[in-house]
């Protein structure tokens, strides 16, 4: 069964900071653009960052300077690596994976992420 699984988020407090990992299961990972959206209550999804098949990577003005999105192609994984975590990062965390070429285009189950003191 074609999957992409993510980390478990969790609590953290400000300035603090955590990985998320997104593994894809039944297919290539590499072959992606991997992206990271993140959403609250009423709100639109916002794109966090977003990294090629190329491992070219881009970010929201929102977390540029404090979030970090790498692949690792062995482990067949995105992560996102949050630093200096503020209130603000405080949402749930979902990861997509698209390839236009196939016509593919896969979600993650969601992952909260509490920044909170």
């Known amino acids: 069964q074609v999957q992409l699984v993510e980390s478990r988020g969790g609590l953290v407090q400000p300035g603090g900071s955590l990985r998320l990992s997104c593994t894809a299961s039944?297919?290539?990972?590499?072959?992606?653009?991997v992206n990271w959206f993140r959403q609250t209550p009423g709100n639109e999804l916002e794109l966090v960052a977003r990294?090629?098949?190329?491992?070219?990577?881009n970010y929201g003005d929102s977390v540029k300077g404090r979030f970090t999105i790498s692949r690792d192609n062995v482990e067949n994984t995105v992560y996102l690596q949050m630093n200096s975590l503020k209130p603000e990062d405080t949402a749930l965390y979902y990861c997509?994976?698209?390839?236009?070429?196939?016509?593919?285009?896969?979600w993650g189950q969601g992952t909260q992420v509490t920044v909170s003191s």
């Open positions: 039944k297919f290539t990972l590499s072959r992606f653009e």
């Open positions: 997509n994976a698209i390839n236009v070429y196939f016509d593919a285009n896969y």
């Open positions: 990294i090629t098949s190329a491992a070219r990577a």
